[in-house]
């Protein structure tokens, strides 16, 4: 059984920082491009940032220099790094991962609201 565990969200402020977290289990993790991507109230869901099996990344242009997006593949995590957060990106984080036509998996999402 698949499973891809998010943590770390939270109420931040303006200009804050936040770390997300996914825990994977139940897939060959070396394998699954592992993806952050949001979905705000009213929209749809969206690229955050990916990163292959390889290391090799890709983020959404509203967070390129903000977040960084980092993988642990002897541990099965994938982790979000935000920094200057901004109202903008408050959202429901979701971990996904994806191996071509093998599968794609999704979390269950957690929740980051930047507010004052």
């Known amino acids: 059984q698949v499973q891809l565990v998010e943590s770390g969200g939270g109420l931040v402020q303006p200009g804050g920082s936040l770390t997300l977290s996914c825990a994977a289990s139940?897939?060959?993790?070396?394998?699954?491009?592992m993806g952050w991507y949001r979905q705000a109230p009213g929209k749809q869901r969206e690229l955050v940032a990916t990163?292959?099996?390889?290391?090799?990344?890709d983020y959404a242009d509203s967070v390129k220099g903000r977040f960084t997006i980092s993988r642990d593949n002897a541990k099965k995590t994938v982790t979000l790094q935000m920094k200057s957060l901004k109202p903008e990106d408050t959202a429901v984080y979701y971990c996904?991962?994806?191996?071509?036509?093998?599968?794609?998996?999704w979390g269950q999402g957690t929740q980051v609201t930047v507010s004052s």
């Open positions: 990163i292959s099996g390889g290391d090799y990344t």
């Open positions: 139940g897939i060959i993790f070396n394998f699954y491009v």
């Open positions: 996904r991962a994806t191996r071509g036509t093998i599968g794609t998996y």
